[in-house]
């Protein structure tokens, strides 16, 4: 057995308050007066805001908010709030948005703002005639939905389709049942899920069926967003830059182990969005992941041809359930500046513009991966990281990180050589 301080059994973590849980996680972890008080220092999120958002909070975790620039979106300058850890992601977008400007920018639009909910029915003998007997029964469904969700309702929202699969799986036949429903500026995960677990005793007993998961479904393809953009030729450094960006596009439309890279480069600009705008960047993730899955083989989400006039086209359609309200982006003070510093009236804006984004971030991916190659433009903005790394502080890192970037060697151990250096010249 463990002594007290050493084990994970921690009786009423949670019922301590926040000073008691760092306490308990200081005599666990050995931490000194310093690092206690790192913890208690929850910078612009309200300690008292922090604990009611989880479970057994300690501290939070600060990730910077950049600025990217020069995004024009339907005819609208826009700028956009982007938290992310990695360090080119902000530039990537700037400079990409920026080489399409004075073309127009990007032009975006939305299938609509509707989720599904799944209901599982097992058990059945007739699911064939089970299915029937379900959606005969859709005017009955429709009042069940919209009667847990009055506000829904009177902001338009609600109950919009029902829909029933047989579906075949290593456990025999099931009905999936599927809600469908507009969550308006909500991103619904919560509306529907409600929904569903109200729905599933009646599925249940109009079948005889025995009801099992009730839940949304993060393959949110009733709410996919689109953005597209023709990056002129001239604009991007001429044809073989244009044939490079086309060469690569083929490549992940092709290849599942390049799809992944050209896709988490998408993701990159779309959940820092996401993230800052306090929305859900996992239900984001899983539901762009499993759309570039939808033709049965993995893909890349983003499609890029040549014009007639030889300029760059690039598209790009993605499931994009975010929200105004719900969730974090009502909580957190941050998410409520970055939407009012990005302008968005409704989800349905917001999920333009982050598809804009998606677009933006892979557009440079794809050059600087087609050009020069990514390590260049990411090794000047990794230098100030190894440099802080390797202990350089204020005035110093950045010092460091022009000694690494001009020598082409961004390495710990030259980032070190070269801070001793810089502190000997000045003792
Ligand atoms: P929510 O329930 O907090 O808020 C939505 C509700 O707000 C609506 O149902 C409606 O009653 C009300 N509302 C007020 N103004 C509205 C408007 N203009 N438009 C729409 N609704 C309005 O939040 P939610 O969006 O239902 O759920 C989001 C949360 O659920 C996220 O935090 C997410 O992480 C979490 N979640 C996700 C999953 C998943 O993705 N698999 C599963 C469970 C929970």
């Not at 020069?70 to 609208?76: A, F, K, L, W």
């Amino acid at each position: 057995m463990n002594h007290p301080g050493t084990t994970s059994r921690i009786a009423g973590f949670h019922k301590l308050d926040r000073t008691g849980r760092i306490d308990a996680v200081a005599r666990f972890a050995g931490l000194d007066v310093q690092e206690r008080s790192h913890l208690e220092n929850t910078g612009n999120l309200p300690a008292d805001v922090a604990d009611h958002m989880i479970e057994n909070v300690i501290g939070t975790m600060n990730i910077p908010i950049g600025i990217a620039t020069n995004m024009r979106i339907d005819g609208r300058d826009r700028l956009i709030p982007m938290a992310t850890e990695e360090s080119s992601v902000v530039a990537a977008v700037c400079n990409a948005a920026r080489q399409c400007y004075d073309n127009g920018g990007f032009t975006t639009s939305m299938s609509g703002t509707e989720m599904i909910a799944q209901v599982q029915l097992t058990d059945l003998p007739d699911p064939h005639h089970a299915r029937l007997r379900i959606l005969e029964r859709e005017a009955e469904v429709r009042d069940l939905c919209n009667a847990c969700d009055p506000v829904l309702v009177r902001l338009g929202g609600g109950f919009r389709e029902l829909q029933a699969r047989v579906l075949d799986t290593p456990g025999g036949a099931m009905v999936i049942v599927h809600l469908i429903v507009d969550t308006r500026d909500a991103m619904g995960a919560n509306a529907v899920n409600t929904m569903a677990e109200t729905l599933a005793p009646h599925l249940a007993q109009w079948t005889g069926a025995t009801s099992r998961l009730r839940i949304l479904s993060n393959l949110a393809d009733r709410r996919v967003a689109r953005a597209r953009c023709v990056w002129k030729v001239d604009a991007i450094g001429g044809p073989e830059v244009r044939d490079g960006i086309l060469a690569a596009y083929h490549f992940a439309a092709a290849d599942p182990y390049r799809a992944a890279t050209h896709n988490k480069g998408i993701m990159n600009g779309v959940s820092a969005v996401v993230l800052a705008t306090g929305n859900d960047t996992r239900a984001v993730e899983a539901g762009a992941h499993a759309y570039a899955a939808r033709h049965g083989h993995y893909g890349s989400l983003s499609m890029w041809e040549a014009t007639p006039e030889g300029d760059l086209a690039g598209s790009l359609e993605l499931p994009l359930a975010v929200g105004l309200v719900g969730g974090a982006t009502r909580v957190h003070p941050t998410a409520q500046l970055a939407l009012k510093i990005l302008g968005v009236g409704t989800a349905e804006e917001l999920a333009r513009v982050i598809a804009a984004v998606g677009l933006a971030q892979n557009f440079s991916a794809l050059k600087a991966l087609a050009t020069t190659g990514i390590q260049k433009g990411h090794m000047a903005l990794h230098a100030r990281n190894i440099a802080i790394m390797a202990g350089a502080t204020g005035e110093e890192v950045e010092a460091v990180a022009r000694a690494l970037v001009a020598q082409g060697r961004v390495r710990m151990d030259v980032a070190e050589a070269e801070l001793q250096a810089l502190r000997r010249g000045r003792g």
